[in-house]
Nanobody, 127 residues
Framework: QVQLVESGGGLVQAGGSLRLSCGAS????????MGWFRQAPGKERELVAA????????YYADSVKGRFTISRDNAKNTVFLQMNSLKPEDTAVYYC????????????????????WGQGTQVTVSS
């Protein structure tokens, strides 16, 4: 089991940048795929980005491609989400997640009990 703690959320103007961090504890971090989901008020949780345990293959939702970058540092048990060119529609609570699922299965696995979750961090983008 992996325990996850997010940080780095906040209020930013449209066009600005934020960097989210997720610190993990537990022996399985380096073998777990990691990712970020978000949930806006009244909307379902959606997958934003994911990265394989090796840091190689990645996945991005179409809505964030070219603007967001996911990375991980296995030596520091940390995963990051660099968010650039932020838009008001990016406003949501962002959740860090870990899973032994291959990231190719993540888009079809949202809502299924295959993930460990952080507590979430609020990102608000003002227009």
């Amino acid at each position: 089991q992996v325990q996850l703690v997010e940080s780095g959320g906040g209020l930013v103007q449209a066009g600005g940048s934020l960097r989210l961090s997720c610190g993990a504890s537990g022996r399985t971090f380096s073998s777990a795929a990691m990712g970020w989901f978000r949930q806006a008020p009244g909307k379902e949780r959606e997958l934003v980005a994911a990265i394989s345990w090796s840091g190689g293959p990645t996945y991005y939702a179409d809505s964030v491609k070219g603007r967001f970058t996911i990375s991980r540092d296995n030596a520091k048990n940390t995963v990051f989400l660099q968010m650039n060119s932020l838009k008001p529609e990016d406003t949501a609570v962002y959740y860090c997640a870990a899973s032994t699922l291959d990231i190719r299965e993540w888009p079809s696995s949202v809502g299924r009990p295959f993930f460990s979750w952080g507590q979430g961090t609020q990102v608000t983008v003002s227009s």
